[in-house]
């Protein structure tokens, strides 16, 4: 924290010190005042526009008139002198929320917003309670705005902050604010989804009930009546903090849960929508074997209560040789920590693809190898210089996307800030910045939704982007090496400015990751650092990965996945135990069914899929809202999830499985989340920090025996639910794992930082209770923000020495129908589980092949027209797509959409344009070409 | 699709602004002179022309009542309903006005001819009440009988 | 020294009504002081020249026009830290006033060459004219003007052999009251919403474009070439020592008058006298019974403070505003609730809807004297509508607009209070009889 000279301010004419460059608000809140608001949001600032946080303001200590200021538009300065509590701020702050009460429908009982609704709080903390007028409420026609977002246009209250969040804040174009006086319609220019990957935001930025979650609402419940448990989003690996709530035994809804130093106050709508496949009706909920019935065709065979454990025993008992263990980047720490202990080091496999294990290892070697930090979420949204190497960051990392749409206004707001204007002034700053943005450099396959901000975007193959991060670390440092031979030209014109822009730059961020499939790449963004901080600068490097613990699982090593397949091919595997993982995702069909051949397969996993179904015992694991444990996000930021509620059928999580295997088998007993952890921390001191990632099960807010309940106080509590098994409430769960309750009785404070299950205070029902669970609005949680870093920079040892591995230029093939397939990324669609959530679905585009068209020329002058792509022996039939931005002799294959994996991406392709003979239809995977070919 | 006429003329109105967008005002009224009112088609078309999305667009539009984002007749009479045409005499025009037409404010005439709306003081308030048809203002317009001259103007 | 008979503004009209063009600007001593600022005084002269004037706004709020231009910073020296601009508020939306299109119908050079000068003082080298979307016939004059003023190098580059620039556009509007208020004026100029700008930081510092701007009503700086070219003192002396404030102002009345229409007086002049001589009395069988001084944003007065000196000050002395000096006229036989309702039908409809008390309180406000008029009222109404008055005062809402409307309305409904009571107690407008 800055350390910054504090100042006087007079509330009630009593002194308090506070930070200057803030607005009296913001300063009233962090005091812990209670001042009604609707315009100002912490993470937007200050407008001024909706009148309700007016105070009297008095010149000096002699002045017993005063006047009405916006708290929020007046800055907290040396000596200001205000009081909230003067009749006339009072009076003046009641009859606003009447006048934003004239047209409010007055629809608590029938709102989706009810009881969790500023609107009602602040009426309530105004005391305004007569409704004085007898005329006509305007009223207004309601969007549709696409599968995430509902709109009731009539509860609006015309505060501006979905515009503000949607356009000003997360750079939306298809959204706006319409007509004027008491008129005012927010929405879009015509019915329509929403564009913005952050759309579902409007339901928490928005004060009352307009924008609604339309997923809570299709199966509504009260909010008061979902128990939640504090959570992290499993869609990619930023690790969001997430608040998933249930009712009934199916998960309801996703909200923000607040993370200083990750997410602050936003989540994309992937982390937000994309939580349906864990109510999916395809669940394995039981845990079975499968035999051969007479005529040779599968059998299931469910396992009933506690039967599971001894057959999975005999399987294992029962193991004619080797038996290993493949790991997963979507599963936790604790899960693939077991897996390794159970098939012991030498036979864990990590889950990722061949290369993604390289790459993730090469990430894991920069980061704990050198004295390069890699930033938080908040750090790169404070950077005032950004070089993006390989990554599609809004399609891979949404909310990396949001930090930099931040970060490409610091330069001008800090310019701003020098000419007088405070940086919570928001509109203010907004006019005086006006199209300024700050440097930000891209280098992508393709275009990303982020390269309208980007002061030079160059677009080319991964060798190409390699290349020009190598010829920047050169530019900044002249020992770093340079490549030979010349860069495309419109790299080469990119070099100098971004060398300089990244030199004068006082916080530079560096981002990459395995989004181009380079280890190039990635080498070239190390560079770019370590020239950085040689030169003296304290650079960031950020990497982007692809899944909630691929670092986790980084760290936690294990061999690479080919190898497994090598070794079943040698037939050194006799049974195969595979955790929360599809290997047709990582591997070729091939690959992975040769994997898969041995003798006895094992599946852990909570949906069916091409793996499960050619295992022969399945077991059910917990779906992330039904299990504890600890993820690892890119930023080696362990954070715990918490199991939101206990579900139906034999699901356990993976890790407990796990345990009672290993106990079962002879091995060491594991009871408890914390006993794991604890092993975990001992035997490998990089996750020494895992059981400081939140408080222990036997955790106690001082002096107290009670736990921390995930259910409400408020919760309507018993119901007749279960009156047909039997009228007496069942007792709740127990849970060993955590200081958390299946029940509303319990601590009733506020928690722990990583045990907050819900942002609530007296008199504050919404989403802005959280300014009462930070040390200052828009900083840090109290006590600190959860979670625990487990890879600092060395201060000092051994510095990252220099990679040299430049790839030579990329040169399109000689035959014409041969192209570089690159992976291409899309918010909805690449990642495979959202996808699995019907809403989400709604949004995953079709499979295509992207071509520059003047490439796609030779072989369609019209898109749409099918071709067949060959990748080392699989064949997939696409639909072409032309794609400027993409570079001559490359194409765009946009990886994880339906049928679109099992290759691994960059790899060369042959294009061949339809034949007679092919078979009409859709577009997809076409399997048995006979053309097989090992890697 | 712009016609050619409209793009050149809104080029040539873009021209004194720094920004294309900044031309948007003008550009809309550019259409609408064209078209007699902006269509949705034609907002989609400035925006795509102006570089901005339609949602920019119409929210500026929208703003703005000399911007028509509804059907006009082929002549809008604007009627001024502020404070001095209103002391002499607006009610009475307005009445007639409506009687005459058949419609009221905010209406069209069934034939296309007419439509009339409410305008902000037009800024002759010495001859008071007026009106403005298309783009013509007209004053002194007491009594309302004297508008009849006028509408003869406009076919 | 002047006598009290010099229009400098008006005086040079042609009685045709035909706008001058730029010959005849010319003999009539047009540009003269452009040339003689570009020859012989530096930004800070001129400057300081407007200063001593004692020149105040006549868009309404009347600051005082020299201080407002030195609030750009590094005022002197053109572009020496990038653009800045000046722009001439040509919105005139004002109900009653309709001074800046006479002056703009008749003599655009005049305006051409304020903007001139306050270009040249500021260091602004780019100006625009802010025009109402109604003002056609005005429009046709300024783009010819502007045109004339290019072809002889009055604009563009390098000004009649100086190393001064300036461009200088026409932005043609398309309603809406909010425009006028400079920032929303600014905004409306970016293309965006007429939504009003948080002050500070005040438009001299950050404005068009987030660069240094000063915004002037057209009849402020179609004073300032007679003020460069006569001088300060000259200046002063034309109000006759009536005012503090210098110059002369052009007055207009509206109502139910023999002579309504607009006069340049020497600034000071009481309402008496343009309601009485100017204006020629009350039309025959029509009594007075109260009139808005500037427009429809300020209180009413009545017969017992006609005598007031029309000028910034003096007009506060008795509770009203000079406003825009555009006088409006209530008669005796039009009924004072159905007067309000138009102010603030006006006021409730002109509204960005930006901030929440003008946005709601100005539609409720219409809605009881809607209520009223039609014979609906309720006794509490009254109480409410001042009640409204009361709360939408400067500082409460985010512009002057609200404000500007709870000026009528307060004293509207404090001077015409039986009024508004018979309409309840009798549950009609007793003004409807005749259309009974
Ligand atoms: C709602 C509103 C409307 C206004 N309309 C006008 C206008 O039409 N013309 C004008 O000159 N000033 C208008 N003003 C005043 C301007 O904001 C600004 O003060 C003025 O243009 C400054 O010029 P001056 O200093 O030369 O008087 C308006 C103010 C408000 C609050
Ligand atoms: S007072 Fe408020 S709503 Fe009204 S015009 Fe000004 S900012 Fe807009
Ligand atoms: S919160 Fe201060 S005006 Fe809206």
Redesign the pocket.
């Known amino acids: 924290m800055e350390d910054k000279k504090l100042i006087t301010v007079y509330i009630e004419d009593k002194p308090y010190r506070v930070k200057p460059e803030r607005s009296m608000l913001d300063a009233c809140l962090t005091l812990g005042f209670d001042l009604p608001y609707f315009c100002w949001h912490p993470a937007m600032h200050s407008v001024g526009a909706c009148r309700q946080c007016a105070v009297k303001q008095f010149r000096d200590e002699n002045d017993k008139k005063g006047m009405l200021v916006m708290a929020c538009m007046t800055p907290a300065a040396e000596g200001v002198r205000i009081s909230i509590k003067d009749p006339e701020a009072v009076e003046f702050r009641s009859k606003v929320i009447e006048w934003l009460m004239l047209n409010h429908p007055h629809d608590c009982p029938v709102c989706d917003e009810g009881g969790e609704c500023h609107l009602q709080d602040m009426t309530v903390m105004t005391g305004h309670v007569y409704r004085r007028t007898r005329f006509k409420k305007r009223t207004h026609r309601n969007q549709y705005l696409g599968p995430f977002v509902n709109h009731e246009m009539n509860r609006c209250i015309q505060c501006y902050r979905c515009v503000r969040f949607y356009n000003d804040y997360a750079g939306g174009r298809d959204f706006g604010v319409f007509a004027a006086h008491d008129n005012v319609y927010f929405g879009r220019q015509e019915d329509g989804v929403l564009q913005s990957e952050f759309s579902g935001n409007l339901v928490e930025v928005c004060p009352t009930g307009v924008f609604t979650d339309r997923t809570l609402k299709a199966h509504y419940t009260r909010k008061w009546d979902l128990q939640t448990a504090p959570s992290i989003c499993v869609h990619c690996g930023l690790g969001c903090n997430v608040i998933p709530g249930e009712r009934y035994g199916t998960l309801r809804r996703i909200r923000n849960r607040y993370n200083g130093q990750v997410n602050g106050y936003f989540i994309c709508d992937r982390g937000r929508y994309g939580y349906g496949f864990v109510n999916s009706e395809r669940r394995i909920r039981h845990p079975y074997y499968v035999t051969c019935g007479a005529s040779g065709e599968k059998e299931e065979n469910k396992l009933d209560e506690g039967k599971a454990l001894p057959h999975a025993k005999s399987l294992l008992q029962g193991a004619k040789g080797t038996i290993i263990g493949i790991g997963s980047p979507r599963a936790s720490l604790e899960a693939n920590y077991l897996l390794k202990r159970l098939s012991g080091p030498e036979n864990f496999y990590a889950g990722f693809s061949g290369r993604d294990f390289n790459l993730v290892r090469r990430i894991i070697s920069i980061l704990t190898g050198g004295p390069i930090r890699t930033p938080t979420l908040k750090e790169v949204a404070e950077a005032d210089a950004v070089f993006v190497l390989g990554e599609d960051v809004p399609g891979a990392a949404p909310m990396l996307g949001l930090a930099l749409r931040q970060a490409v206004r610091q330069k001008p707001v800090e310019a701003a800030k020098k000419s007088g204007i405070p940086v919570w002034n928001d509109y203010a700053v907004r006019m005086a910045v006006q199209n300024d943005k700050g440097p930000l450099f891209i280098a992508a396959s393709a275009a990303t939704r982020i390269d309208p901000l980007a002061e030079g975007v160059f677009h080319g193959a991964p060798e190409d982007i390699a290349r020009l991060g190598f010829a920047v670390a050169a530019a900044i440092r002249p020992d770093a090496p340079a490549p030979q031979g010349a860069l495309p030209e419109a790299a080469a014109r990119l070099v100098p400015l971004i060398a300089a822009r990244l030199k004068t730059a006082s916080r530079p961020v560096i981002i990459s990751g395995t989004g181009a499939g380079s280890m190039a790449v990635i080498g070239a963004a190390a560079n770019i650092a370590k020239s950085l901080l040689e030169s003296g600068k304290g650079p960031g490097l950020c990497f982007v990965v692809p899944e909630c613990n691929s670092i986790g699982l980084g760290l936690l090593g294990g061999k690479n996945l080919k190898e497994a397949v090598a070794a079943a091919r040698q037939k050194r595997a006799d049974t195969v135990i595979v955790l929360e993982n599809d290997l047709f995702d990582r591997l070729s069909a091939p690959e992975a069914e040769a994997l898969l051949a041995a003798r006895q397969v094992i599946a852990i996993d909570h949906l069916p899929n091409h793996t499960v179904s050619m295992a022969h015992m399945v077991l059910p694991a917990a779906a992330f809202a039904e299990g504890t444990g600890t993820l690892v996000s890119n930023e080696g930021r362990a954070q715990r999830f918490y199991k939101v509620y206990v579900p139906g059928g034999q699901i356990e999580e993976s890790w407990r499985w796990l345990a009672q295997l290993l106990a079962a088998t002879g091995g060491a007993e594991f009871f408890t989340l914390d006993d794991v952890d604890r092993a975990l921390a001992e035997e490998m001191p990089v996750f020494g920090g895992v059981p400081a990632a939140a408080p222990p099960a036997d955790f106690r807010m001082s002096g107290l025996e009670i736990k921390i309940p995930r259910q409400p106080h408020r919760f309507s509590g018993r119901t007749a639910i279960h009156a047909d098994v039997d009228v007496h409430e069942p007792k709740p769960p127990v849970d060993p794992d955590s200081p958390l309750s299946f029940s509303m009785e319990g601590f009733d404070g506020r928690p722990p930082s990583a045990l907050i299950s819900r942002f609530w205070a007296p008199g504050w029902n919404s989403v802005q209770a959280v300014n009462k669970f930070q040390s200052e609005v828009g900083g840090q949680l109290h006590g600190g923000d959860p979670g625990k870093r487990l890879i600092e920079p060395a201060s000092k040892g051994p510095s990252l020495s220099y990679f040299t591995g430049i790839p030579p230029a990329f040169k399109r093939a000689w035959d014409k129908s041969l192209f570089l397939i690159v992976p291409l990324y899309h918010v909805f669609g690449s990642d495979r589980l959202s996808a699995l959530s019907p809403p989400v679905a709604e949004l995953v585009p079709s499979p295509y092949l992207a071509l520059n068209p003047e490439d796609a020329r030779d072989f369609t002058a019209r898109e749409g027209a099918e071709i067949r792509l060959l990748i080392e022996g699989v064949s997939f039939r696409l639909p072409v797509r032309f794609d400027a931005s993409i570079a001559r002799g490359v194409a765009g294959f946009p990886f994880g959409l339906p049928g679109l994996h099992g290759v691994e991406l960059p790899a060369w392709g042959r294009i061949e344009v339809k034949m007679s003979g092919w078979a009409e239809k859709s577009a997809g995977r076409e399997w048995g070409e006979g053309e097989a070919g090992d890697v | 699709m712009l016609s050619d006429a409209e793009r050149r003329e809104i080029e040539e109105d873009i021209k004194a602004y720094a920004d294309r967008k900044m031309g948007c005002v003008g550009a809309l009224k550019i259409v609408q002179r064209h078209r007699g009112w902006v269509t949705d088609e034609a907002l989609k078309a400035v925006a795509d022309h102006l570089q901005m999305t339609p949602d920019e667009l119409d929210s500026v539009a929208t703003f703005y009542p000399l911007l028509f984002r509804r059907p006009v007749g082929r002549h809008v009479i604007l009627i001024c309903d502020s404070v001095s045409c209103y002391n002499v005499g607006y009610e009475d025009l307005l009445g007639y006005l409506t009687k005459r037409l058949g419609i009221g404010l905010g209406q069209t005439t069934e034939d296309g001819r007419f439509t009339l709306l409410p305008v902000a003081c037009l800024g002759v308030c010495e001859t008071a009440p007026a009106i403005m048809i298309d783009s013509d203002v007209h004053g002194g317009l007491e009594p309302p009988e004297k508008v009849e001259e006028l509408l003869k103007l406009y076919e | 020294m002047s006598d009290g008979s010099e229009r400098p503004l008006t005086g040079d009209f042609r009685s045709d009504g035909r706008p001058l063009d730029m010959g005849e600007y010319e003999r009539a001593g047009g540009y003269l002081a452009i040339r003689r600022a570009l020859k012989e005084m530096s930004p800070a002269e001129v400057m300081n020249e407007v200063k001593a004037s004692r020149l105040r706004?006549?868009?309404?709020?009347?600051?005082p026009?020299g201080l407002?231009w030195s609030f750009v910073p590094d005022g002197e020296g053109q572009d020496a830290a990038g653009p800045r601009y000046i722009i001439a508020?040509?919105?005139?939306?004002?109900p009653g006033?309709f001074k800046?299109r006479i002056l703009m119908e008749n003599n655009p050079h005049m305006l051409i060459e304020g903007l001139l000068l306050g270009a040249y003082a500021i260091g602004a080298g780019c100006a625009y004219i802010f025009l109402?979307g109604e003002y056609g016939r005005a429009a046709k004059a300024i783009e010819r003007a502007l045109a004339e003023a290019y072809e002889k190098n009055h604009l563009g580059k390098d000004i009649l052999g100086s190393d001064f620039s300036l461009e200088m556009r026409l932005h043609m509007s398309a309603g809406r009251?909010?425009c006028?208020?400079?920032t929303?004026?600014i905004n409306s100029i970016e293309g965006k919403r007429a939504i009003p700008r948080a002050k500070p930081p005040y438009p001299q510092v950050c404005g068009f474009m987030g660069r240094p701007t000063v915004?002037?009503?057209?009849e402020?700086?179609c004073n300032v070439p007679h003020i460069i070219r006569n001088g300060a003192e000259w200046y002063k002396g034309l109000s006759q020592k009536l005012s503090a404030d210098g110059g002369t102002k052009i007055y207009g009345a509206s109502g139910r008058l023999k002579r309504p229409g607009a006069w340049e007086l020497p600034l000071g002049t009481t309402a008496r006298e343009l309601l009485e001589e100017h204006a020629g009395g009350m039309r025959e069988g029509f009594g007075f019974r109260g009139l808005l001084p500037g427009g429809a944003?300020t209180e009413f007065i009545l017969e017992e403070h006609l005598d007031v000196r029309m000028d910034f000050d003096s007009v506060q002395s008795v509770g009203s505003r000079m406003g825009t000096g555009t006088m409006v006229v209530l008669d005796d036989r039009t009924c004072p609730v159905g007067m309000q309702l138009s102010l603030q039908k006006f006021f409730a409809r002109e509204s960005c809807g930006w901030c929440t008390p003008c946005r709601e309180g100005l539609p409720w406000v219409v809605h009881m004297l809607r209520a009223i008029e039609a014979g609906e009222g309720e006794m509490e109404d009254i109480d409410l509508l001042l009640e409204q008055a009361r709360l939408l005062a400067p500082g409460h809402t985010f512009?002057?607009?609200a404000p500007?409307a709870a000026e009528p309305l307060g004293s509207g409904v404090k001077y015409f209070r039986e009024d508004f009571e018979r309409h309840i107690r009798g549950k009609r407008c007793p003004w409807k009889i005749k259309s009974l």
């Open positions: 706004g006549r868009g309404g709020a009347g600051f026009t407002k508020n040509a919105d005139e939306m004002e006033a800046d109402r009251y909010m006028g208020e400079e929303g004026l915004v002037n009503n057209v402020t700086l944003s512009c002057a607009l500007g």
